[in-house]
């Protein structure tokens, strides 16, 4: 009985004493994720109500920053804006403005989505915000 029950005390011992040594897997530093980020450059009377951020498609973050594992990805920025103009309180256009963007996220780097007013161009084509990617 007593020679059953020592290399079970043994194995037991052999165990903990395992079980507290550093991982190696948890000893190697984790890569630092990427970020999409969201900037308002647009002029005092444009009103940011809502900003979204997608990544391929299925991750959708309400806010301004969403974090991205490094690789390839499909972003797409959606800002709901509405004209802050004293003059039509009862009646502010509201409209929406997207952009979708193929991002390479490495590690650590921080990818800027910049919401501008459109160009003269850009506004004929009835576009009044832009969305620029740097």
Known sequence: ??????????R????VAASALPSPVAAQPREAPSTVEFRNDLPPRY??????????????????????????????????VRLCDGKLRRRTARFEARSSERVRAAPGRIVLAMAVE?????RRAGRRVEILWR
Do not use: N, Q
């Open 47 to 80: 009103c940011v109500e809502r900003v979204r951020i997608s990544v391929d498609g299925y991750v959708w973050v309400d806010g301004p920053v969403a974090t991205v594992a490094p690789g390839m990805h499909d972003v797409t920025v959606v800002v709901e």
């Open 1 to 10: 009985m007593d020679a059953v029950k020592a290399p079970l005390a043994a």
């Open 118 to 122: 459109a160009s003269e161009r850009a």
């Open 12 to 15: 037991l011992l052999l165990f």
